[in-house]
């Protein structure tokens, strides 16, 4: 099991500047159980392209560019770089002295099918990111992989405010490749037979070609155990 993981992908240095220019307001992140201080979202890619904070289908049919898109054309300039399929974008702003408590995002993992990509575009030395008891040395620029199906929590002490641009991939041969070539932390996976059935069935249930995918691909791994 990958537990977290620097990419080797940058993010365009341009993103900064273009953020600096938008003036749009943030919505605040609509799980409010899971921190406190302020924690606010940009959405450029979701659900139906609607301005939502929210990043799963939930009853929308696929993912599109939202109307705060076109006013980032780095992102979009490195999104066009992807070999795989993108799913949720979005910018997510931990304002100085907040904190994400310690949560896990169940199901949301590169095992699982899905790559949640973390890449800083400001950040500060006082921002304690966590996987588990690991702290991530999260530098601007870069990009990293967290298993949000794993405990984490980030808690931003310094003065200034924290805001990642999060991507949200499916899983293909072209990311498999580039996850290859990451320095990764990783640990043995202890799987849960009966959870991974369970699982399984719900993806049949949604009937959909990247649900049944998924699905295919969890019981070869179950039937290689």
Known sequence: ???FAQIPLMSPGSI???LASYS???KAHFNTSHYQGEWTVLPLRAPGGKDHIVPDLMMEQSYAD???MKYFPSVNSLLRSFGCPVQSVR????KAGACIKPHRDRELAFEMGEARLHFPIITNPDVAFFVEDNRL???AGECWYINANLTHQVHNKGNTDRVHLVIDCLVNDWLR???NRAVKHTKADIVNLE???QIIEALRLQNTPTATQLADQLERELGAL
């Open 1 to 3: 099991m990958i537990c």
């Open 16 to 18: 900064t500047a273009e």
């Open 24 to 26: 749009s307001e943030w």
């Open 66 to 68: 939202t109307a705060h």
């Open 91 to 94: 910018f997510l702003n931990l």
């Open 137 to 139: 040395n999260m530098q």
């Open 177 to 179: 490749e580039l996850f």
């Open 195 to 197: 959870e991974q059935k």
